[in-house]
């Protein structure tokens, strides 16, 4: 198989009609828009019913992507899906998608690495590429958070929201794919965690669910100044592998966890803020959705110009990091983005 070049082909978006504000909020904890908007810059976030699994707004956005590249389903060759919300602990919640999309047969796995599952998937799906094993890949980032949030705790019940953002990559004469660096430290996983539901602990039963066990718990503070570090680190790295300085960056798409994060790694760019992608105040933290759902945004607004550098950054459980230094090639049409529910 003969090496050669990937880019974007395709974008899409999709997220649930329900909203909860930050009024909505108010009602439901000690909290304030106020408070809410000054530390996070969060207004609202969209949250799915019961009806709308993962699999479901996964299925939105790589419809989109897939009209967005001028293809059709049937012409993928593997589909990825980036989610720590799956619609089962197992099959992949890829393999439910690829059936949702009519193409059963189609090789599908999920990445399991929470909010750095983009900037992972992104690596993944572009090597597979760019070493010929295939010739278009569909990478959708999907999430649910709202479902394992404890909404009685005001540090993590404000922060998450649920959506799904895709790609669809394909094979190219040039290479966007100039640089990547992935890293994650499992030495302390309690900063960031679901406590039961996995194999160190015993099956979740009444009273892990009564006192709130399988639902996230956060060390707010220590994730703050990891994210802050990591994600300062980790462009670093990538701009050098890819013989760029911080001054080649037309386009920051970090990860939407919170706004004071997303400004100081802006500040050690000295990018200005119109070349900072943030929309963090409509959707919250959609984890492995967000960065994808702001690049769908960004192509609709005809923004990305081609040869722009963007740069992709984000952290996240694990805890892990990553950032990917992309130039744009060629022009992606939008197709219905912007999309909630239906």
Known sequence: MNATGVRIAGVGHHVPKGVLTNADLERMLDTSDEWITTRTGMKERHIATVEEPTSEIALGAARQAIASAGIEAKDLNCIIVATV??????????????????????????????????????????????????KRVLLVG????????????????????DGAGAVVLEASETDSFLSSELGADGTDPKNLYVEVGGTALPPICAADIEGK???????????????????????????????????????????????????????????????????IDRYGNTSAASIPIALSETVASGKLKDGD????VGFGGG????????????????????????
């Open 213 to 279: 066990r399988n639902k996230v718990v956060m060390n707010g503070r220590e994730v703050f100044r990891f994210a802050v570090t990591k994600m300062i680190e980790a462009t670093n790295v990538a701009l050098e592998h890819a013989g760029l300085t911080a001054k080649d960056v037309t386009w920051l798409i970090p990860h939407q966890a919170n706004r004071r994060i997303i400004d100081a790694a802006a500040k050690h760019l000295d990018l200005p803020s119109d070349r900072v992608i943030v929309n």
């Open 319 to 342: 805890l892990s990091w990553g950032a990917v230094a992309w130039r744009w090639n060629g022009t992606v049409k939008a197709s219905m983005n912007g999309k909630v529910g239906g």
């Open 142 to 161: 999907a999430e649910e958070l709202s479902r394992i949030i404890n909404y009685d705790d005001r540090s993590t019940a404000v922060l998450f929201g």
């Open 309 to 312: 550098v963007v740069l992709f």
């Open 85 to 134: 919300t799956p619609d089962y602990p197992f099959p992949a919640t890829a393999c439910i998608l690829g059936a949702k999309l009519n193409v059963p047969g189609v090789p599908a796995f999920d990445i399991e690495i929470a909010c750095s599952g983009f900037i992972y998937g992104l690596t993944v799906a572009s090597s597979l590429v760019r070493t010929g094993v295939f």
